[in-house]
């Protein structure tokens, strides 16, 4: 593609025409952007790719080829622009900016129904969503990092007026208001996320529910059976597919696994269930997943099944795989096996002996 980049170049500049003055190209691996002064030489650079594309034997796909003029609008900047509009509708109309010398503090308005308030923004989302049938994207990012940044906003706002206002009472209702908006905050982001369940969406979704129990935890212990239950709804909600797959589950599944450790052991997934979602059916395992399996594992007394498992799958990757002189998967695995609390000194004798053994290294009788 680089040599027939050139070969256009090279053709359009004997006609005259010079890349980054009368027209630029922009490709992407095969998706091919031109823009051009007029609608001439819009022509003579469109037929001039073509012609050097077919000499690689190359075609143009005629039903994906579009014309377009300035000013450039596409369904899914439109669908942008008019989330845009109503997530700053929803962050600005929903707090009341206080400033306090030279901070602003972000301090959520009563909610009385969070469920019901909730329920418009996500119509509202939905409508925005429609016109991303044909643009090939979705939203869920941009409205789970909005949500995620206004967390943090308020959290720190939080710390400002607590550290300002004496009065209990005052600091209670505050509270009570922060929590409301964080359940909400918890259902839209929730929706979205179903909506485009990838891994950068499930960082910043893990990383969200995260926050809210860990503040609620420390500053609002009477709410925090509230927080931990409605995180779990959603998280079991989003993770029931992955009980009918073959396969281990994905790294978007294994965060949200981490963020479920994290609430109390009443709203815990059952140890044989947790089994399938992480491992499935089959005799496939990954770094991530034994990793994450014994991350789990280390934060409950009575995941001893999941211990073994995942020490099992952990034999197989070392009998598997390349050795650890050869294999990244396979030392990271064996370094974090060494350094986890649930083996014992005769479960990493017998790991290293495996693992050494594997790599051409004899390792005695010790």
Not at 25 to 34: E, P
Not at 109 to 126: A, D, F, G, M, Q
């Amino acid at each position: 593609f680089q040599r027939i980049d050139l070969n256009i170049y090279n053709s359009l500049e004997s006609e005259g025409l010079k890349s980054g003055v009368d027209y630029s190209i922009k490709r992407y691996v095969d998706d091919i952007y031109i823009f051009s002064k007029n609608k001439d030489v819009e022509a003579l650079v469109f037929e001039t790719s073509v012609k050097e594309l077919w000499k690689f034997k190359f075609r143009i796909n005629e039903s994906k080829t579009l014309r377009k003029e300035r000013p450039y609008v596409t369904p899914r900047s439109k669908g942008i622009i008019e989330l845009r509009s109503r997530m700053n509708d929803l962050l600005d109309n929903g707090f009341e900016k206080i400033k306090y010398d030279d901070v602003t503090i972000y301090k959520p308005k009563p909610l009385r129904n969070y469920h019901k308030v909730s329920t418009v923004y996500i119509k509202n989302i939905k409508s925005c969503w429609y016109s991303l049938d044909s643009s090939g994207g979705s939203f869920s990012n941009y409205v789970i990092s909005s949500f995620l940044n206004q967390m943090q906003k308020t959290v720190l706002g939080y710390h400002k007026y607590v550290e300002m206002e004496e009065d209990v009472n005052k600091k209670e209702i505050y509270l009570n208001d922060i929590v409301s908006w964080f359940l909400l905050a918890i259902e839209v982001s929730s929706y979205c996320y179903l909506l485009s369940q990838k891994v950068s969406e499930s960082f910043k979704f893990s990383q969200l529910l995260v926050e809210i129990k860990k503040f609620v935890a420390i500053n609002s212990l009477g709410s925090i059976d509230l927080v931990e239950h409605k995180i779990y709804e959603v998280v079991n909600y989003i993770i029931q597919d992955e009980l009918t797959l073959d396969k281990p589950c994905g790294i978007e599944t294994l965060n949200l696994l981490i963020v479920l450790s994290e609430v109390s052991g009443s709203y815990q997934i059952e140890e044989s269930k947790l089994i399938d979602i992480i491992y499935g059916k089959s005799d496939e395992s990954s770094y991530f997943s034994i990793i994450t399996a014994l991350y789990i594992a280390n934060r409950s007394l009575e995941c001893t099944k999941l211990i073994s498992r995942s020490l099992d799958y952990a034999k197989k990757i070392f009998l598997s795989k390349p050795s650890i002189l050869k294999s990244s998967e396979a030392l990271h695995l064996y370094l974090d096996m060494m350094a986890c609390p649930l083996f014992d000194r005769r479960e990493r004798v017998l790991l290293t002996k495996l693992v050494l053994e594997r790599a051409g290294v004899s390792c005695g009788n010790r």
